[in-house]
């Protein structure tokens, strides 16, 4: 499931007429979209290189941090790995060709910098990657272990939801593995297919005890990452790789944080709540700025950020919430496994997302 | 005077490869061979290298026998694969694949020589590197290139792509490292639930030797004396990573603790068939699961993204397709004991690119698969099940 986009209507400030459009022979918008797709692919000879289907926006530059540089995803990731690494005695990196720099570059410089016993590989081994994560956490020592991919990190899920969320809890917070987080790329890449593109989060968000976090961009991702190694529980940390080259920012040079469970409110908007994670944050950016010019209607963007536990309160602002004109709408990828060829198909794209809103204000 | 020569170009013709019914090889036509059929070999001894064992007494023959057909048909499978490979190498850096492509060029002889040693109806299973196992289990080139491309040709209509191949008694194709073997040693107890002698042949490399998952397959498959070969392709390196600096031990034959091994000579075709089929007997007379360690290499590196030449040097590569491909290791075996003519190997090498460009002709100019191939074979249902889509007025039917 590619990065859901939940959609809301606030009812309170609503100026806008409640009308009943009758659907009539209008045929659902999946066989629409079929008979479009297919009209575009006829004909066609040379294989067209696939764009991304979304353009990144950087935040403005953050002055409250300090001097900036610009870093794409993956150089922000090794700074704030760098940070910690200077900062934290005990912290070490660990996990499969780490040492060299990561298969996406995100640990470069680390192991010439800080020494090969803080930044080394393992042998392929998800699940002994992640319990041995757990071990050298609850000993007291601050471990960053990398998943190479998050479709990887399943025979570590054991690991994940039985020893490291439930340790604080089952020995009635004697022991803790609080010092462990969990990295891993994430989400479609364009190419990725049924093994290199998945997003897993919701597998782990129904393990109490776990903290699930996903950054949309450089600057986010630096601090929301200091902040699950800071944080005294275990967190897992996914990575939107079709961002790692594609997303650059001024990104703070020193240590800073961005808090967990807190969703950022991006743009304020009266009709339409927009909530999504990751890389389906600049869509639906696109997506409100379509809103508003084509259809008049104002969306209100918010970055969840924190998956578990999230920001109900942000999201769920009470009053509103009550009052919805439509019931929530979700965009997300087809119920299938993430196909390979039919991938720009598959995820929700802005045309997609967009025509849910359609709907959704002629409820 | 005519049916005698009719007789003699069929019978070359079945040597070489082509089509015996051929109205065109007429009489006296300049065919491949400047010598006459007589002066070649048709049977030759060949040494082969001492396999290292573990937990056996005895281990294959150190002596292998060759016929002239047979020589043929290893060089003939092994140079497809060869150039199948490097086609796929040429289509994915022109963006027509895309995705994950992990070449098998260097490895060739163990896929040949796993696949003479055993029959069609013994099972194999392996992990991503298909594209040769794909090909020696039956799949036309055609069918491989095309799944490459996506194509609805393709061998998994498209939908699978380089990692996603199968056949019949041909289970894939495997994404996930390791997560295959468990499977083999499942297949393999079917088969002897089944009692039909059949046997599962099951591959994994020397990074996959790490997993969890292998050490309880060899559990189970010891246990339980399954028909199960256990297939360690060791080509040296895990994606970047070295043997040695993954591996606490690099004897991957010796892994099985108390399941028997062999290391192989992976790169000697006929040691590999040798070797493959003592093992094969091994299981298939009920002694139980084997390991059979195939000590080989691949000129690519891991997958297309990676050069290959970051964690090793390119004079080792080099030095690897000079002195050991095994391609030409065959070829000089044959042409060394006069088995066949340099002529001869060039005609086939010329039938197999015009196979190879056929086949990628198919492979770019076939059409993808339908849109609602999106939907199908999700579960198995009938009537048709609807898939909720990418929102709650999307909705799409799975059909399988």
Not at chain 1, 174 to 198: E, K, M
Not at chain 1, 291 to 296: D, T, V
Not at chain 2, 342 to 353: L, M, P
Request: glycine share 8%; charged share 20%.
């Amino acid at each position: 499931m590619a990065a859901a986009a939940r959609f809301l209507i606030r009812g309170a400030n609503s100026k806008l007429p409640i009308a009943v459009v009758g659907s009539g022979a209008h045929c659902s918008f999946g066989s629409t979209f079929l008979k479009l797709s297919l009209n575009c692919n006829s004909g066609i000879k040379t294989q067209r290189r696939h764009a991304a289907h979304f353009t990144f926006q950087p935040d403005p530059v953050p002055t409250q941090f300090g001097p900036t540089q610009k870093m794409n995803l993956f150089q922000s990731v090794t700074s704030a790995l760098d940070n910690t690494l200077a900062n934290d005695p005990t912290a070490v990196i660990f996990g499969e060709d780490v040492a060299f720099g990561g298969v996406f570059r995100c640990t470069v410089g680390l192991r010439d910098k800080y020494g090969k016993d803080r930044v080394f590989n393992t042998p392929l081994c998800e699940q002994g990657i992640v319990g041995f994560g757990i071990g050298v956490a609850v000993a007291g020592a601050t471990a960053i272990a990398e998943i190479q991919f998050a479709d990887y990190i399943f025979p570590a899920f054991d690991q994940i939801v039985n020893e490291a969320a439930k340790y604080r809890y089952r020995s009635g917070d004697l022991f803790d593995c609080g010092n462990l987080t969990i990295r891993a790329p994430w989400g479609c890449v364009g190419h990725g297919s049924l093994y290199h593109s998945q997003s897993p989060e919701a597998f782990f968000a129904h393990a109490p005890g776990l903290k699930v976090v996903i950054p949309r961009g450089p600057v986010q991702a630096k601090g929301l990452l200091l902040s699950c190694i800071a944080d005294k529980n275990p967190c897992i940390f996914f990575e939107p790789k079709i961002m790692y080259r594609a997303a650059v920012e001024q990104v703070p040079v020193e240590s800073y944080t961005i808090p967990l469970s807190q969703a950022e409110v991006l743009q304020e908007g009266s009709d339409v709540t927009l909530v999504a994670w990751g890389t389906q944050v600049h869509v639906l950016r696109e997506v409100a700025n379509l809103a508003q010019e084509k259809l008049g209607v104002s969306c209100e963007l918010i970055d969840l950020q924190t998956i578990l536990p999230w920001d109900v309160e942000t999201v769920c602002k009470e009053e509103c919430f009550l009052n919805l004109e439509a019931p929530i709408t979700r965009v997300c990828g087809y119920d299938t496994p993430f196909p390979h060829i039919f991938e720009p198909f598959y995820i929700p794209d802005k045309w997609k997302c967009f025509e849910a809103i359609k709907k959704m204000i002629n409820y | 005077m005519t049916s005698v020569w009719r007789f003699v170009s069929n019978a070359l013709c079945r040597i070489t490869g082509r089509k015996v019914a051929a109205p065109t090889v007429s009489e006296g036509s300049t065919v491949v061979v400047s010598n006459s059929l007589n002066e070649f070999t048709t049977r030759a001894s060949f040494d082969i290298k001492k396999c290292d064992l573990h937990g056996l007494e005895a281990g294959p023959p150190l002596k292998t026998e060759l016929s002239r057909d047979e020589g043929l048909r290893f060089y003939r499978t092994m140079q497809v694969m060869r150039r199948m490979e490097l086609k796929a190498d040429q289509l994915y850096k022109q963006k027509i694949i895309r995705g994950f492509c992990h070449l098998y060029d260097g490895q060739e002889a163990c896929a040949a020589g796993v696949e003479a040693a055993i029959d069609p109806s013994d099972h194999l299973i392996t992990a991503y590197r298909a594209h040769g196992y794909t090909y020696t289990r039956g799949v036309s080139v055609r069918e491989i290139l095309a799944e490459l491309t996506g194509r609805r040709g393709g061998v998994a209509k498209g939908k699978g792509g380089s990692m996603h191949m199968y056949a019949p008694n041909f289970y894939g194709g495997n994404g996930i490292v390791g997560a295959q073997v468990p499977l083999g040693a499942g297949i393999a107890l079917a088969c002897k639930y089944q009692g039909n002698n059949q046997i599962c042949v099951t591959l994994y490399g020397d990074g996959a030797a790490n997993q969890g998952q292998i050490f309880e397959a060899f559990n189970m498959a010891a246990l339980w004396k399954l028909p199960c070969l256990f297939i360690c392709e060791n080509n040296k390196y895990g994606m970047g990573t070295s043997v040695e600096r993954a591996s606490a031990s690099t004897d991957y034959y010796k892994r099985g603790h108390f399941m028997p091994g062999i290391r192989v000579d992976g790169m000697d075709v006929l040691c590999v068939r040798e070797a493959t089929k003592f093992a094969a007997d091994h299981c298939r007379t009920g002694k139980g699961p084997i390991i059979m360690e195939l000590q080989t290499y691949r000129y690519h590196g891991h997958s297309m993204s990676d050069p290959g030449v970051s964690y090793r040097t390119r004079e080792e590569i080099q030095e690897v397709r000079s002195k050991n491909d095994p391609i030409s290791l065959l070829k000089e075996r044959m042409l060394s004991s006069n088995m066949a003519s340099v002529e001869e190997f060039k005609e086939i090498d010329i039938e197999i690119r015009k196979e190879v460009e056929d086949a990628t002709q198919f492979a770019t100019s076939d059409s993808e698969p339908p849109l609602e191939e999106l939907c199908n074979h999700i579960f198995s249902n009938n009537p048709p099940l609807q898939v909720r889509g990418t929102h709650p007025w999307a909705k799409l039917k799975s059909s399988s």
